[in-house]
C-alpha cells in the first residue's frame, strides 16, 4: 500500500526519521556547558552519523542541514554548534553548498545584530565558497537545489530553472559575493543601490544600536564590544572578498553570470568544472 502523504507532499516515514534526527541533534547539543568541553564536535558527529545510517536516510544529508542551521540562528548561537557545524562540514555529513545558502539567508542580513555569527558565517565562506558535492544521488540533489533555491530566492531573481548542482554553484555565489559587497557598502554608511530596488534573499536588518542582556538591561560594556566586532567584521568582509576574487575559480564563475547575462541559450557546464 501506497503511503499516506503528509501536507508538504513526503511521507508519514519521512517525517517520522525527521523527528528522530532531530532529537538525536537536541541530544548533542542540548547538554550543560560543562558536558560541551568533555565531548568534542567529532563525537557529536560520529553520533549522528550513526543516526542517520540506522534511519538510512543520504548524506550529505539535507535535513540534517536544516535542523541545525535553524537550531543555531539564533536562540543556540554558541561556539560549541559552530565547531559542530565545522566539524560536519569538513567530514562531509553536510553539503558546504547547501549550509553557507542557509546560513548566509539568515546571518547577512542580521549581521549587525548577531556579529558573532557573522564573522563566524565569512570564515566559512572563505573556506567552502567553492566546494560543491556530485557525489550525490538524485533525491538528495534534488533536495538541496529546492532548498538553496528558496532560501536565495534564485529562479524568481534570475528567472531560471534549476536542474544541476553546477548551475547552482554559480548563481550561489554570485548571489551570496554581491551580497557581501552591498552589505559591506551599507556597514561603511555608503548606499549603492536605489530605494526602490527590491532588497532580495538579504532583506533588511533591523539594527538598534543597543546591546541588552536577558533581562532587558542595557550592558554599556557588551555594546562597545560588539561595536569593536561589527568593525573588525567590515574589515573581514573586505578581505574575504579580496581572496575570493585572486581566485581562478571566482573569476570563471563570475564570467559564467556575466555570459548568461547576453546568452539566454547559455548551457551552464557540468558540475565537474568546480569540482
Not at 548566509?104 to 542580513?109: E, G, N, T
Not at 530596488?197 to 542582556?213: K, L, R, S, W
Not at 560594556?221 to 578581505?239: D, F, G, S, V
Request: net charge negative; proline share 4%.
Amino acid at each position: 500500500m501506497e503511503m499516506e502523504k503528509t501536507r508538504g507532499g513526503e511521507s508519514e516515514e519521512t517525517e517520522r526519521r525527521k523527528l528522530i534526527l532531530l532529537e538525536k541533534v537536541k541530544e548533542c547539543l542540548s547538554q550543560k556547558p560543562d558536558q560541551r568541553r568533555e565531548e568534542s564536535p567529532i563525537l557529536w558527529a560520529m553520533d549522528v552519523v550513526k543516526c542517520l545510517k540506522s534511519l538510512k536516510m543520504e548524506m550529505p544529508s539535507p535535513d540534517l542541514a536544516e535542523i541545525l542551521v535553524s537550531h543555531l540562528c539564533f536562540d543556540n548561537n554558541n561556539a560549541s554548534i559552530w565547531k559542530f557545524l565545522q566539524q560536519a562540514l569538513s567530514v562531509r555529513l553536510l553539503s558546504p553548498l547547501h549550509v553557507l545558502s542557509l546560513l548566509s539567508s539568515r546571518v547577512i542580513p542580521n549581521r549587525r545584530s548577531q556579529p558573532e555569527a557573522y564573522r563566524l558565517f565569512l570564515e566559512l565562506f572563505s573556506r567552502y565558497a567553492f566546494s560543491l558535492d556530485t557525489a550525490v544521488d538524485d533525491a538528495c540533489r534534488d533536495k538541496i537545489i529546492n532548498s538553496v533555491d528558496s532560501a536565495l530566492q534564485l529562479s524568481r531573481t534570475y528567472e531560471v530553472r534549476l536542474s544541476e548542482l553546477g548551475q547552482l554553484l554559480v548563481l550561489f555565489f554570485f548571489t551570496v559575493f554581491v551580497g557581501l559587497i552591498d552589505s559591506t557598502f551599507d556597514d561603511m554608511g555608503l548606499q549603492i543601490k536605489s530605494s526602490d530596488i527590491q532588497e532580495g534573499p538579504f532583506g533588511v536588518d533591523n539594527f538598534q544600536d543597543m546591546d541588552m542582556d536577558s533581562r532587558g538591561n542595557f550592558s554599556a560594556e557588551r555594546n562597545e564590544h560588539r561595536e569593536l566586532l561589527r568593525k573588525k567584521n567590515t574589515n573581514m568582509a573586505m578581505e574575504v572578498l579580496a581572496k575570493l576574487m585572486e581566485s581562478r575559480k571566482a573569476v570563471v564563475l563570475l564570467r559564467l553570470v556575466r555570459l548568461n547575462m547576453y546568452d539566454t541559450s547559455y548551457t551552464p557546464p557540468p558540475p565537474l568544472l568546480f569540482s
